[in-house]
DNA sequence: ACCTGAAGCATAGCGTCGTTATGCTTCAGG
DNA sequence: CCTGAAGCATAACGACGCTATGCTTCAGGT
């Protein structure tokens, strides 16, 4: 029979794996260009580390974007589910939100070609907590039977990618995202099915969990 | 007295710029690299062109994203106003969508650093198209006055953008853009003071210009 | 206890990238 | 006719991603 478990190498490998994409982040903090030698130049590992570890430079950015990733699913648990389901979905959205601002490179960096990842499945629990706080919105009766939990996740999705886009590409400053982020959720559970008043209170709630 | 004005050389000079532009966009809706020597070799010229015509890559970079812009205002200056300004607004949208799916590369290249722009203001034209649409249809009532034409633009802006991106970056198919997009739309005029039923009719006629 | 073979890594080098220095050609203005 | 600046071709430079090569290390079999 084949072994089909890899043996552990002498120096635990997933350690450099960590290492390097944490060196990558913080170059991408820096705002620093993310070259290959430049990756290596702090960990003392040589250029070869790259390719044993992630098969080149397409493969470094593919668990970066994983990391980016983690750091998101990291952020999104923190919101800790209430009474107040449409409260949650505008909690979940400022989390998101202040995610991509805290690290507005690694959340550009994670678009840049999100549809190929490690791990989809990463990216799918996700987009899932936004999905269950719509379910559970609808369940309550504060969306209409007809209205599509996926769907209401997906455009709030959307939209805040969108928005965030534009904040961290300069083209809107920061005050503009807090004054239409809460707008456009507003708009979309109300649509979906929300009394108007009730959702306003409940967003506004939601989205000062951001600070 | 010194002469301001530079006289014009044997060849025009703006026909080169022209030439490399639009050999860059060529080379962007192939996905093709966009490589400094692939951009001269189509058109006979030496690399030494991109330098006295625009200082070099970043500088045709620029031109790049301002020849994507001007194609978006091109194509928005194609929709023609009607009675219906809501119509209009969702036709807009549909005419920005389509311009970005006709030229995804050349769409995402505007965006890498659309804050840094050759002529700032053909981005605030186009941008207007959008608020004038917002300002007829609070005019007509079809907006409370306390409405904002501006901050409406804006939402319809990044929301169009968040769900294009996520078309482009290959996350969410084509048909859930169709599907998702007039949605979005809806809630947004909706929470702008449109009366519901009447305003799914007019952004369900103004979105299907798109085809 | 020795041998074997694979994994991890350092070194050196390759081709290509953006960029620049240099010199030739061309042509308007005096 | 002379002068000087603009446009362009050539060649070269440093930095990039990547790879070939050989050394070191150590688990597993005999």
Known sequence: MVC?????????????????????????????????????DGTGASTMAVYTHFGG?????????????????????????TADPVRDLAALGAAYVDNALANPALYRTMYDAVAELDDPRAAAGAFGVLVAAAVRAREQG??????????????MWATGHGLTMLVITGVLPREALMAHAPAVLTALFVAAGDDGERCRRSVQVGWSTLG
């Open 142 to 155: 504060r969306f209409t039977d007809s209205a599509d939990p996926e769907a209401v996740a997906t455009q």
């Open 57 to 81: 430079m397409p493969g470094l950015w593919r668990a970066v974007r994983q990391e980016g990733l983690t750091r998101l699913a990291a952020r999104l648990d923190r919101v800790r589910p």
């Open 4 to 40: 089909i478990i890899r043996r552990v190498p002498r120096t635990a490998s997933a350690a450099v794996r960590l290492v390097l994409v944490e060196r990558a982040a913080q170059l991408l903090a820096r705002r620093d260009p993310v070259t290959l030698r430049a990756l290596v």
